[in-house]
């Protein structure tokens, strides 16, 4: 099945420092990607669409010049959390949709817990 | 916008069936997909339907009807394993295709 990368998994930083996150899909190209944030036992909540080539389109409420996305490839995206406080802590989650008949169906990365002090 | 409703929690034994109910209000509505995610993991993709009617994957079976804006998924045989979060997902096309995912209901199975 595809496979989707996702690194860090874990980062520790200090308020006010950028951290990067990185989302591969392994074997497979993904046009588009999703970055999704999650609290703990809650829902997923979509922040931006990725697409290879254009800029993301993020979701309501969710503020590009903090969350800067860069999808420079059918395989790479990027989600930059630029000057991270406190409560920019969460688990931070990409997923590929593939470029198939299968696109419906989203493959997801091992996430990254983002813990800024 | 999109809104999913399903229960938090649901309850039950080894070897049981059980049902997880899924509503959903979405203007764009493309389809129905269900997720699990085990405590500290990444979600995992079940199934999903685009149509009115059944699919059965193995243990887990899902239903969708477009007209009453309603699914589930069914779990049969239940394992202890099977204990996880499982997501209602919609996949919406207006603004674009995206998936927007349901608050999740926390599965517990009992020996």
């Known amino acids: 099945g595809a496979v989707v990368s996702q690194h860090p998994s874990r980062v520790i930083c200090k308020s006010g420092t950028s951290v990067k996150i990185e989302c591969r899909s392994l074997?497979?190209?993904?046009?588009?990607m999703f970055w999704y944030r999650q609290f703990p036992k809650k829902s997923l909540m979509l922040m931006a669409t990725?697409?290879?080539?254009?800029?993301?389109?993020?979701e309501q409420g969710v503020e590009k010049d903090k969350f800067l996305i860069n999808h420079a490839s059918l395989t790479l995206s990027t989600l930059t959390v630029t000057s991270a406080h406190p409560e920019d802590s969460s688990f931070y989650i990409c997923?590929?949709?593939?470029?198939?008949?299968?696109?419906?169906?989203?493959?997801f990365g091992s996430g990254t817990q983002l813990s800024v002090l | 916008g999109q809104s999913l409703e399903q229960p938090s929690e649901v309850t039950a034994v080894e070897g049981a069936i059980v049902q997880i109910n899924c509503t959903y209000q979405?203007?764009?509505?493309?389809?129905l997909s269900w997720y699990q995610q085990h405590d500290g993991g990444a979600p995992t993709f079940l199934s999903y339907?685009?149509?009115?009617g059944l699919e059965e994957t193995g243990r887990f079976s899902s239903f969708l009807s477009r007209s009453d804006s309603y699914g589930y998924l069914l779990l049969q045989e239940l394992q202890m394993k099977d204990s996880a979060s499982y997501f209602c997902?919609?996949?919406?096309?207006?603004?674009?295709?995206?998936?927007?995912f349901g608050a999740g209901t926390r599965l517990f199975v009992k020996a």
């Open positions: 997923s590929a949709q593939g470029t198939t008949t299968t696109n419906e169906k989203l493959f």
């Open positions: 074997d497979f190209q993904a046009t588009t």
């Open positions: 990725s697409n290879e080539g254009s800029k993301a389109t993020y």
């Open positions: 979405t203007s764009g509505f493309y389809g």
């Open positions: 339907n685009a149509l009115d």
């Open positions: 997902a919609v996949r919406d096309r207006s603004g674009g295709f995206k998936t927007i």
